[in-house]
């Protein structure tokens, strides 16, 4: 029995490798086929099917409490590039690998109806970005997270530079400064020190100790938090955020993948990881490090949703929407409470699902009508009820009102801050509501009860093609799927929290 036993603990270390490399295989084979339209998606789709499947093989052993590890080589002393799955893990894990499936699909029928150029390029990029992000959720320290970190930035930049124009290469260029140079001037720096200080970067098994040695003095951990908060970029907080809607000059697509499946959330994932499992919940409350980042965020949570409000461009509200709703998921966990770190974890799942609908919609309304303005969607609801029928429930579940995702989100965070007795949370989680709605509501309203532009007829629009509808739909009726039965996710979530 034992050797049965070895045998498959080796089979399922191993098969996190495997999760890694089938982005990346699917990436080479991709660029292989250029030439072959159909094959080439058609590997991008087997890819995405067979990583998810990967990833849903680890739930069994996850849920019996095992930790799965898988050593490639090591470096120096105590620095390897590791891969560990864990609860933590697959929270992002699994979000990551069934959107990439929905992505994949959505993507041909975006990409094939606007003709657009470079769809090799395009798909080959994109299954480069999982590949990071794949690598992120399953890293087992902090220099393999950092190494996949960079990846996923590096991998992006051409689809943000998608179009080739001048204003598609001022965003990528944006883009790429800003999450390139937060990282070599603040999180390599902060990793080299603790390097230093603890002899290895590998993360601990739970959530309360940290790595950092009780001996190290207060300001340094103080700055290493500082340094580690602001280093990944790509969790949006202000002033650091100016990337975000400077990168939505890319393709629709791109812009899903950005807020929904692989940047933004490796940013808050590796941040999170970071407040938990480098510094831990003992060190942050002895240190007082956790209330003061909650106000921090807050900041960004109001900032973010006032911004939105001011604009016209759908695509630029969202991009706003999302700086705003990535610092719930910081706010959350800075708590230190177990149901404000409940919540910020799950709204990792919560807001994935709800912001790629939103999304994709935006890019359905581009393909049929080329409209990109709230303001010149008046009546469109009523010629693509489907379409803005997801954008309004997804609406919903960003604005947290039940039985939608965003509502065990919202849930979580009240108690949470209760729990805090932080009342100025409190409010401006509520106040955050409000803006929600404020900015999200118009959309919805405008498009069912608005009148249409002077001179544009009601009939001759319909529905964007199914290989965009279809996508749009299963993931808004993922979103409400988890809102009422957010138990599967929140399994993994209770892992980490104990």
Not at 233 to 244: F, R, S, V
Not at 320 to 333: A, D, F
């Amino acid at each position: 029995m034992d050797a049965v036993s070895t045998t498959a603990n080796i089979v399922e270390s191993s098969s996190l490798l495997l999760a890694v490399f089938i982005p990346l295989l699917g990436s080479i084979v991709v660029m292989m086929l250029k030439n072959n339209p159909n094959l080439r998606e058609f590997t991008s789709s087997c890819a995405s099917i067979l990583l998810f499947i990967i990833v849903l093989s680890f739930i069994p052993a996850i849920r019996a409490g095992k930790t799965l590890e898988y050593s490639l080589f090591h470096l120096l002393p105590g620095l390897s590039i590791t891969l560990r799955a864990d609860g933590f893990s697959m929270i992002f894990a699994l979000v990551a690998s069934s959107l990439w499936m929905i992505a994949v699909y959505y993507s041909m029928g975006y990409m094939r109806s606007l003709e657009e150029h470079a769809q090799t390029r395009f798909n080959a990029c994109f299954a480069l970005a999982i590949f990071g992000a794949i690598g992120v959720a399953l890293s087992d320290n902090l220099f393999t997270l950092y190494l996949f970190y960079e990846i996923v930035s590096i991998c992006t930049y051409p689809l943000v530079a998608h179009h080739q124009d001048d204003e598609g290469y001022a965003g990528a260029r944006k883009y790429i400064v800003y999450l390139t140079a937060t990282a070599k001037f603040f999180l390599l720096p902060a990793m080299i020190l603790i390097y230093v200080l603890v002899g290895n970067l590998d993360f601990p098994h739970d959530i309360f100790t940290g790595m950092l040695p009780d001996d190290t003095k207060s300001w340094i951990v103080v700055m290493l938090y500082v340094f580690c908060l602001f280093g990944f970029a790509k969790n949006g907080i202000m002033p650091l955020h100016h990337w975000l809607p400077g990168a939505m000059v890319a393709p629709t697509p791109v812009s899903a993948l950005l807020h929904a499946v692989a940047v933004v959330k490796v940013g808050v994932f590796c941040t999170t990881r970071t407040m938990l499992y480098v510094f831990g919940v003992d060190t942050m409350n002895r240190l007082n490090l956790g209330i003061p980042t909650a106000y921090f965020v807050s900041f960004t949570i109001i900032m973010g949703s006032i911004i939105a409000l001011s604009k016209d461009n759908l695509k630029a509200r969202l991009a706003y929407s999302t700086v705003s709703q990535l610092s719930y998921i910081i706010l959350g966990v800075a708590l230190l409470t177990p149901h404000g770190i409940n919540g910020g974890l799950i709204h990792i799942v919560n807001h994935a699902f709800s912001k790629i609908t939103l999304f994709f919609v935006a890019g359905a309304i581009y393909v049929v009508t080329h409209k990109k303005n709230i303001s010149e969607m008046g009546g469109l609801g009523r010629s693509m009820p489907f379409t803005f029928g997801a954008f309004a429930v997804a609406s919903l579940s960003m604005i947290g009102a039940p039985p939608v995702a965003g509502f065990v989100t919202k849930w979580y965070l009240l108690v949470g801050s209760m729990e805090a007795h932080q009342v100025g949370i409190l409010l401006v989680l509520i106040a955050s509501t409000v803006l929600n709605v404020g900015y999200f509501a118009p959309v919805a309203y405008h498009a069912f009860f608005g009148k249409r532009p002077e001179g544009e007829a009601e009939t001759g629009i319909k529905e964007a093609p199914l290989s965009m509808l279809i996508p749009i739909l299963i993931a808004v009726t993922i979103s409400v799927i988890i809102g009422g039965y957010p138990n599967f996710m929140m399994q993994f979530v209770k892992v980490v929290t104990g």
